[in-house]
């Protein structure tokens, strides 16, 4: 039995919660948000990690409606925050995925429950469409939140971006390139998906020397989940690398990670990853949640989070056990 069984199997079921997965790490039930949240005792996580649904009308099952009025939707989105801010412990961290439309609301909100602001990480997804009157969208927004000073914040390193084209650094480093640490400057607070940094690299373009920043605000290596190799349902998935990213900045192995919209597993598959222990809930189909976390108990390791997809990495990945980071990840934790 995991040591993460925070809610007893009287109070899941009196609230319509069904365990569907246990692991070592955790435990993933199938039910409402709401319902899961409220049972979970008060200071008992590390990290909660929110990607609500956008309310953009998507089809995510019968059981979830993504089509409310906006009052309707900031109302339940409010609850939820509430009870997230109230089961994490002091000096936990809140991270919630959604549109800079919802993000800018729902950053009032906890600004006046007294929450601590640390970043607005703006995830660049661009190529998209203009759609009326407005500007070509081009990035999602991650807030980063804590209950307090945080009491775990691990910097975490990316090897700098270099050109696909000519292989030189993208940026100048103000001139300074010479004088930069070691091990590089810290995440930036945008994380750019393009197509063209998201490719193989040939082995041609494979150095044997690498050159790392620290994560900036910024983040480039974020890719949309699109193809049907990597998906795991029709609705919208994250990249296991960016839970990777926050779980390893926001916590220590052995602490608690709590997602209340389990979607396709990614928070629960990267904590399983770094050894932390997770609790979660999908209201929706949990199969491809399921699924991702048999493949990993089973050894499969999905390769394509790891930067650039170099030959090196996936190579050396292939050696790693299921537990273990993936090779960038691994090698840019130096704390």
């Excluded at 607005?120 to 661009?126: G, H, L, S, T």
């Excluded at 795991?232 to 779980?247: D, Q, T, V």
């Excluded at 050894?299 to 790693?320: F, H, I, N, T, Y």
Aim: a neutral charge; hydrophobic letters at 35%; glycine letters at 8%.
């Amino acid at each position: 039995m995991p040591p993460v069984r925070l809610i007893s199997p009287l109070a899941a079921a009196d609230r319509g919660l069904h365990e569907v997965y246990q692991s070592e790490y955790g435990i993933l039930y199938q039910g409402d948000c709401l319902k899961f949240l409220s049972v979970l005792p008060d200071s008992c996580a590390d990290i909660v990690f929110a990607d609500p649904p956008f309310n953009l009308g998507k089809d995510y099952g019968k059981s979830v409606s993504d089509r409310m009025k906006t009052e309707d939707y900031l109302t339940w989105s409010k609850q939820w925050l509430n009870e997230s801010i109230r089961v994490l412990k002091e000096g936990g961290s809140l991270f919630i995925f959604n549109l800079p439309k919802w993000c800018i609301e729902y950053g009032a909100y906890l600004n006046q429950q007294g929450m601590v602001f640390r970043h607005w990480i703006a995830c660049r997804m661009p190529k998209a469409f203009p759609r009326g009157k407005k500007m070509s969208p081009a990035h999602y927004g991650l807030l980063y939140y804590t209950k307090g000073e945080p009491a775990v914040f691990n910097k975490v390193y990316t090897p700098i971006q270099l050109c696909r084209h000519c292989g030189g650094e993208i940026r100048d480093y103000g001139g300074h390139r010479k004088k930069l640490n070691p091990k590089g400057i810290n995440l930036m607070d945008v994380w750019d998906t393009p197509e063209d940094v998201w490719e193989n690299a040939s082995a041609d373009d494979i150095s044997d020397e690498v050159f790392w920043t620290q994560l900036e605000e910024m983040w480039t290596d974020i890719p949309p989940v699109r193809h049907k190799q990597h998906k795991k349902r029709g609705a919208n998935e994250l990249a296991p690398i960016m839970l990777e990213r926050i779980i390893a900045m926001a916590s220590n192995p052995g602490q608690i990670v709590i997602d209340p919209f389990g979607g396709s597993g990614t928070t629960f598959y990267a904590a399983e990853k770094l050894h932390r222990y997770w609790l979660g809930t999908e209201i929706g189909d949990i199969q491809p949640a399921v699924r991702r976390l048999t493949d990993l108990a089973n050894g499969q390791v999905e390769e394509w989070e790891s930067a650039r997809g170099k030959k090196k990495v996936k190579s050396k990945q292939k050696e790693l056990k299921g537990s273990e980071l993936s090779e960038w990840t691994q090698l840019s934790l130096k704390f």
